[in-house]
């Protein structure tokens, strides 16, 4: 049972903007950053967010993450077919001294 | 490049063990973090622990569904990480990767993964 909740899907059509929100506690994302995965199919994850809001290289700037108190959002610009995927929010949980991952969302390229 | 390869993985009957093993090139393994994480079939991620560099002594975290069961531990000198477990259960049928965990904790990096099938 996560302790980090997303909502299971989320869709748009090319071109639009897509928002996942991630909902954790004063024990993780209150009091840590959140981090944010992209898992596709038959493929090992792949960190897109790291530190709310600081992306990788190679991971282009239409990706963009936020925090606020004990929520976090990843959103996703100019929605195109490839980011039809898997997306997991992440947080170091203080009381459980471990590392969350969120129950995951799937995004649908309409 | 970085390169993370796990070994290891296979068909264990429920009370027995395996060890996977993740090899570590491209970066100073000796300076990382390092993690596992397993997905079960059909389902999300989840992290089962880590271990801190040796000369900060080493020190692992598990998740509670491991913990007392699994141990991870690392061979500098070979660049390879280890997960050690025992008592596996049904439950623990898992792809298992290992990755490097960046300064704030994220999983920067991550191997193709290691199937595990606990059944009798």
């Known amino acids: 049972q996560s302790v980090l909740t997303q909502p299971p899907s989320a869709s748009g059509t090319p071109g639009q903007r897509v928002t996942i929100s991630c909902s954790g506690s004063?024990?993780?994302?209150?009091?840590?950053?959140v981090d944010w995965y992209q898992e596709l199919p038959g493929t090992a994850p792949k960190l897109l967010i790291y530190s709310n809001d600081q992306r990788p290289s190679g991971v282009p700037d239409r990706l963009s993450g936020s925090k606020s108190g004990t929520s976090a959002s990843l959103a996703i610009s100019g929605l195109q077919s490839e980011d039809e995927s898997d997306y997991y929010c992440?947080?170091?949980?203080?009381?459980?001294?471990?590392?969350?991952f969120g129950t995951g969302t799937k995004v649908t390229v309409l | 490049e970085v390169q993370l390869v796990e070994s290891g993985g296979g068909l264990v009957k429920p009370g027995g063990s395996l060890r996977l093993s993740c090899a570590a090139s491209g970066f100073n393994y000796n300076d990382a973090f390092m993690s596992w994480v397993r997905q079960a079939p059909g389902k999300g991620l989840e992290w089962v622990g880590r271990?801190?560099?040796?000369?900060?002594?080493?020190?692992?975290d598990y998740a509670a569904p491991v913990k007392g069961r699994f141990t991870i531990s690392r061979h500098d000198s070979k660049n390879t990480l280890y997960l050690q477990m025992n008592g596996l259960k049904t439950e623990d049928t898992a792809l298992y990767y290992c990755?490097?965990?960046?300064?704030?904790?994220?999983?920067?990096?991550w191997g193709q993964g290691a199937p595990v099938t606990v059944s009798s």
């Open positions: 004063s024990s993780n994302i209150g009091s840590n950053t």
């Open positions: 271990i801190k560099t040796t000369v900060s002594g080493g020190a692992t």
């Open positions: 990755a490097w965990v960046g300064r704030t904790g994220f999983m920067y990096k």
């Open positions: 992440a947080a170091w949980d203080d009381s459980l001294n471990g590392y969350v």
